[in-house]
């Protein structure tokens, strides 16, 4: 199933950037530690959250991609609710420093592009597809 494969691909792209960038993210926090501006506690620990959220993603999107329902199913709904968790940190003042705010969102847009190819599978994990 050459379409299939094709979105399982994209995802596991857009999952493996929003890895890295989680990663890269959490080193930035470490780095900045005593820069109180650039890194309160709110931001160590959605930095924390965030980079074991996108190693579990990756995971459920390797798993997917091998067959569970399982898998796919955990990969859209925590894809799903970190977006809505992303829209609410960039839209409430304060809280996160504007740099924060701004990873969140390139976080947001390749979860949504997660959430919209994983939909896009839903019948590959019907039960009783063939």
Request: hydrophobic share 55%; proline share 3%; with cysteine.
């Amino acid at each position: 199933m050459p379409r299939t494969k094709e979105a399982f691909r994209r995802i596991k792209l857009l999952v493996g950037a929003y890895l890295g960038l989680s990663v890269l993210t959490l080193a930035a926090v470490v780095l900045l530690r005593n820069d109180h501006a650039a890194v309160n506690a709110a931001v160590w620990i959605r930095g924390s959250i965030v980079a074991v959220s996108s190693l579990l993603l990756y995971a459920f999107a390797t798993r997917a991609a091998r067959g569970s329902r399982g898998a796919w199913r955990r990969l859209t709904v925590i894809s799903s609710v970190m977006v809505a968790v992303i829209v609410v940190i960039i839209a409430v003042p304060g809280g996160f420093p504007v740099w924060m705010k701004i990873e969140q969102g390139v976080c947001g847009l390749l979860l949504i592009g997660t959430v919209s190819c994983a939909t896009t599978l839903r019948t590959v994990f019907t039960p009783g597809h063939t």
